[in-house]
């Protein structure tokens, strides 16, 4: 049963980056999308993109294009998401979760890590 | 990008009552190859990242109670519950997966 556990909270200044990571055990991590999504407080829901590990092959969400960076680390099954230029509409829960559908991107999402909260303040 | 709009925003319904929360997409999610459509349901408690209850507008995750099923087609999809219990309060969202960028309904907020 894979699990998927990310990194702690993070607080940001505005126009600087973060990077959140994702580490897979207990399961396959190469032949599966992981995704990026994202919660603002009390909001709903927003996929940003994903990345098919064995490929290195990533999808973004247009929203995100040029300021979302998805990779992974194979020798230690760990995914990474990268957000620049941070603004205070960037704080949000941050979750990675597994595609089901193996290299297909478009899959339904199970299981998800744990979320990490981004806050960007000044 | 599809659009997915549920009703109601919130609901409250009595213990051992039935609640049904409608969802509808933009355009037809259906996925040619296995003729099912791609639509999924999830649940989220305070606090918590959401969980899968139903894929392919109508399959139940393994380990979901049977009193969650799903149904639909096309562009309009229902989550029912057919005797809420206490622990079901929570958040509930669908999703579509059949294009990118894969959209959610905004949430409906089910309360006893």
């Known amino acids: 049963q894979v699990r998927l556990v990310q990194s702690g909270a993070e607080v940001k200044k505005p126009g600087s980056s973060v990077k959140v990571s994702c580490k897979a055990s207990?399961?396959?991590?190469?032949?599966?999308?992981i995704n990026w999504l994202r919660q603002p407080p009390g909001q709903g829901l927003e996929w940003m993109g994903g990345?098919?590990?064995?490929?290195?092959?990533?999808n973004y969400t247009q929203k995100f294009q040029g300021r979302v960076t998805i990779s992974t680390d194979e020798s230690t099954s760990t995914a990474y998401m990268e957000l620049s230029s941070l603004s205070s509409d960037d704080t949000a829960t941050y979750y990675c979760?597994?595609?089901?559908?193996?290299?297909?991107?478009?899959?339904?999402?199970?299981?998800w890590g744990q979320g990490t909260l981004v806050t960007v303040s000044s | 990008d599809i659009v997915m709009t549920q009703s109601p925003d919130s609901l409250a319904v009595s213990l051992g009552e039935r609640a049904t929360i409608t969802c509808k997409s933009s355009?037809?999610?259906?996925?040619?190859?296995?003729?099912?459509?791609?639509l999924a349901w999830y649940q989220q408690k305070p606090g918590q990242p959401p969980t899968v209850l139903i894929f392919?507008?109508?399959s139940r995750e393994s380990g979901v109670p049977d009193r969650f099923s799903g149904s639909g087609s096309g562009t309009e999809f229902t989550l029912t519950i057919s005797s809420l219990q206490a622990e079901d309060v929570a958040v509930y969202y669908c999703?579509?997966?059949?294009?990118?960028?894969?959209?959610f309904g905004q949430g409906t907020k089910l309360e006893i």
């Open positions: 979760a597994r595609g089901v559908r193996g290299i297909e991107f478009t899959s339904w999402f199970d299981p």
């Open positions: 207990g399961g396959i991590f190469n032949n599966y999308v």
């Open positions: 990345i098919i590990p064995i490929f290195g092959t990533t």
């Open positions: 355009q037809n999610v259906l996925y040619s190859p296995n003729r099912r459509n791609s």
């Open positions: 392919w507008a109508s």
């Open positions: 999703q579509q997966y059949y294009s990118a960028p894969f959209t």
